[in-house]
């Protein structure tokens, strides 16, 4: 276990695996300047993938997801 530090308030630090495996998803699929990504999955990790990816320079992305309510 790592202690969360208490300046990190709990709502950001129930984020920290989510964005993790968000991070790990970008590395291994290293996009690059003029892809066009699509993420398949409007959960909380398919919606940080896609927020991640919103930031890299020149990547298009599109999220998909089955439920329309998403």
């Given at each position: 276990?790592?202690?969360?530090?208490?300046?990190?308030?709990?709502?950001?630090?129930?984020?920290?695996g989510?964005?993790?495996?968000?991070?790990?998803?970008?590395?291994?699929?290293a996009?690059?300047?003029?892809?066009?990504?699509?993420?398949?999955?409007?959960?909380?990790?398919?919606?940080?993938?896609?927020?991640?990816?919103?930031?890299?320079?020149?990547?298009?992305?599109?999220l998909?997801?089955?439920d329309?309510?998403?």
């Amino acid at each position: 276990m790592t202690p969360v530090p208490p300046s990190v308030p709990a709502g950001r630090a129930v984020l920290a695996g989510t964005v993790e495996t968000a991070v790990n998803a970008l590395w291994d699929a290293a996009p690059l300047i003029g892809d066009r990504v699509s993420v398949v999955g409007g959960g909380m990790v398919g919606c940080s993938v896609a927020a991640l990816l919103a930031r890299f320079p020149g990547v298009r992305v599109e999220l998909v997801d089955a439920d329309p309510a998403r």
